[in-house]
């Protein structure tokens, strides 16, 4: 049984990076079991984890053995026929291998390879205690971690992310001697920076996680974010609502403070005539604070965490609300002058913002958005005319103070300038609301994960939108490489296809891209037309002598349409594979191109059911065979099965079946009823089988083998009409 002992670093240092916190805390982990690992000293990781704080990265084992195993070593010398001369007396080369050894040449082994026979020098020595390997193994870890920016302090010209202050090294109970960033290791931590201000000496590494914690330090990460969320909950719970604990604004408190105390605080009512999001983005960005809210809507309370339980809370409470009242007060300030502007005066003011070089400006932009959007309208019964209407302002509220200052209101601040711009009040109540809500979900799903807009104008928007941003992005040059992507053009392709797809709306995918394609060209030819005329009336200007002849626009190239579909499909891959979706499942779809991509997701869950059939892989199999079949025919096949051919009675009851077949499926093809179509072809295995079991295709009579051909066609016909299921045969 290995002799194994618990081990315990500490590095303790000035407060941490926030965001990269965890990730150092990881990384020191991980790197100091790779280093054991790469030494040979067993380790016993038990449910160990990084440990951490603002102030301190500490990795704590259960096990780590006391010593190496023994080292075992073998290097291969000479072979004997280079190695022995004609008299069997050393060479040259074998005193020299001797020499390096240490050994006589009569001392050293000998093995034997494919090539012969050769010497070889053996050696086995205790191994290392572990103790003496940890310096070491410290320093490896350290020099493998992602510091952000390295700081340097003093006149040292060694660097870490903050300045180091000391070093807890425990191996069992003993010290381990090691020097790091000009400190020497020891047992002494240190306690909260305001609660504890005595040093704290570690006994043994079981020790540690209770001892800060009677130091006023929780180490582990979990544990503290626990006490935050309880903490705040209750807080909440006794102001009658429920806080608003956002995953990212939870972690970044968690690596703030070593001891959380949660604070109730308020702020002034009137605040909240501003959009809460405003608000909210400013409690949680800004300043880390959680929001209360009742039934959804904002409070006038919030909730701070404290890195000290304070004997006057009312006292913190008030700098909280101290540092929070003046961003507020420029939210409300924006807010209302916005107002006073009017979102459609917003509208005019996009002519003069650059959307994009070649395709002009953001007003330019909103207006193919408005034609497509008028398109797509009355083929999902929503009205074309509000339609527009609502495209023509989607990018209004980029003119807001509003969101210059808060960028992520987006859209949201358009919904609420909507509901009250004077210029809308010629539209009903209804058409007023549905305006101003597609103008916040037009912007959705604004990240992965979140949520397609909800209403059918929103949808339309959020189609229109993304079908400009593609087209438009593919007709200026602006396709991704790599990892450029500046207009953010895979993140557009899939929420196009998610809002199509989740939305059910049966819509001709090519169809539309030809008319934003066309809508681009024009505006890269126009844009183009601009610059040229303007550079001519400038040097005529001049004095020079310069034709204006305009160009002709470029044609649309339909391989530029396929190449955005194919972008699509490319995006759909990984959001498949997501559900589970087989990589030959989507490829036997996506092979036959369905111009809807609502339709191609039934077919996708069609080709799913299908799969699990018993009959599926034979099936697969045979079309895939057939297909061969079909590809190296040397006649030229009927378009019709001749009956009076049908010499062999598995050739005749497969004809007869595939010809049920088709129109037992017919009108379930026609209607998407694609799993009754799969289903219902999955019975033609036996005669399939008992077909190519006792049939010989290509029968020397010319007749016969046409006429076999032809029934395979017809066959392989209906098996792909609803997937090209060869792609499932392996």
């Not at 240490?102 to 050769?118: F, H, P, V, Y």
């Not at 913002?353 to 007003?363: D, M, P």
């Not at 398109?375 to 023509?392: E, H, S, W, Y």
């Not at 949808?459 to 087209?471: F, M």
């Amino acid at each position: 049984m290995t002799d194994m002992h618990p081990l315990l670093i500490e590095l303790g240092t000035e407060e941490l990076p926030v965001k990269a916190l965890p990730g150092l805390a990881q990384a020191l982990f991980d790197g100091v079991i790779a280093a054991l690992d790469k030494r040979g000293v067993a380790v016993d990781r038990g449910d160990a984890k990084p440990l951490y704080t603002p102030r301190r990265l500490a990795v704590l084992l259960p096990g780590v053995a006391r010593e190496q195993p023994e080292q075992r070593s073998e290097v291969l010398g000479p072979y004997l026929s280079i190695a022995l001369d004609a008299d069997g007396q050393p060479t040259k080369a074998l005193q020299g291998f001797a020499a390096k050894t240490g050994l006589d040449w009569t001392a050293l082994e000998r093995t034997s390879d494919a090539k012969g026979e050769r010497f070889v020098h053996r050696a086995v020595t205790p191994g290392a205690a572990t103790s003496a390997l940890l310096p070491d193994v410290l320093h490896e870890a350290i020099a493998a971690m992602p510091i952000p920016k390295p700081m340097r302090w003093g006149a040292h010209a060694y660097a870490f992310a903050r300045p180091v202050h000391w070093l807890v090294l425990l191996h069992g109970d003993a010290v381990v001697d090691a020097g790091l960033f000009g400190v020497r290791s020891g047992r002494t931590s240190r306690g909260h920076r305001f609660m504890h201000d005595a040093a704290v000496e570690i006994a043994a590494p079981g020790d540690y996680v209770e001892a800060m914690r009677s130091a006023k330090v929780l180490v582990d990460a979990d544990a503290r974010r626990s006490r935050i969320v309880q903490e705040v909950d209750g807080v909440a719970r006794a102001l009658g609502g429920d806080a608003r604990i956002e995953a990212d604004n939870l972690e970044q408190v968690n690596c703030l403070v070593e001891w959380p105390k949660a604070v109730a605080c308020t702020f002034e009512h009137e605040f909240l005539a501003v959009p809460q999001e405003a608000l909210i983005a400013t409690m949680e960005a800004n300043q880390k604070f959680f929001p209360v809210l009742q039934d959804g809507r904002l409070t006038e309370h919030f909730i701070g965490i404290a890195n000290i339980e304070s004997r006057d809370p009312i006292e913190v409470a008030k700098g909280y609300e101290r540092v929070i009242r003046p961003r507020f007060a420029d939210a409300k300030f924006f807010f209302d002058e916005d107002l006073k502007q009017g979102l459609s005066a917003m509208n005019d003011g996009l002519s003069t913002v650059t959307y994009q070089a070649k395709l002009g400006s953001v007003a330019d932009k909103t207006l193919r958005v408005a034609a497509l959007a008028e398109v797509i309208a009355p083929q999902v019964d929503v009205d074309a005319a509000l339609a527009k209407q609502a495209a023509r302002l989607s990018k209004a509220d980029l003119q807001s103070r509003m969101v210059n200052e808060f960028p992520e209101l987006q859209g949201i601040a358009g919904r609420y300038y909507a509901k009250q711009d004077s210029a809308l009040a010629g539209l009903s109540d209804d058409d007023r609301a549905s305006l101003a809500n597609a103008l916040d979900e037009a912007w959705q799903p604004r990240f992965a994960g979140d949520d397609i807009a909800l209403s059918p104008l929103g949808k339309v928007l959020a189609i229109a939108e993304r079908l400009d941003t593609l087209a438009g992005g593919f007709a200026a040059g602006l396709k991704p490489t790599g990892n450029k992507d500046a207009f953010a053009l895979r993140r557009n392709a899939l929420g196009l296809a998610r809002t199509l797809i989740e939305s059910g709306f049966d819509l001709d995918l090519k169809s539309l891209f030809v008319d934003a394609h066309t809508l681009a060209i024009e505006a890269v030819s126009k844009t183009a037309l601009k610059a040229k005329v303007a550079a001519a009336n400038e040097a005529i200007a001049k004095g020079a002598d310069v034709s204006t002849s305009q160009s002709n626009q470029r044609a649309l190239s339909i391989g530029e349409v396929d190449e955005l579909y194919d972008f699509i499909l490319d995006r759909l891959k990984g959001y498949y594979a997501d559900k589970g979706v087989t990589v030959q499942q989507f490829n036997a779809v996506a092979a036959l191109r369905p111009k809807s991509l609502y339709d191609l997701d039934r077919r996708i869950d069609a080709i799913g059911t299908f799969a699990a059939l018993p009959e599926a892989d034979a099936l697969a199999a045979a079309d895939k065979r057939i297909r061969n079949i079909l590809r190296k025919a040397d006649v030229a096949i009927p378009g019709d099965v001749d009956p009076a051919l049908l010499r062999e009675p598995a050739e005749a009851a497969l004809a007869e079946a595939v010809e049920a077949v088709h129109g037992e499926t017919g009108h379930a093809l026609a209607y998407g009823d694609y799993v009754s179509v799969l289903t219902q072809l999955a019975r033609l295995r036996p005669q399939v089988d008992a077909f190519f079991d006792s049939v010989m295709v290509n029968a020397d009579d010319a007749a016969l083998r046409a006429n076999r051909l032809a029934l395979l066609k017809r066959l392989s016909e209906r098996l792909g009409s609803v997937a090209a299921i060869e792609h499932l045969s392996s």
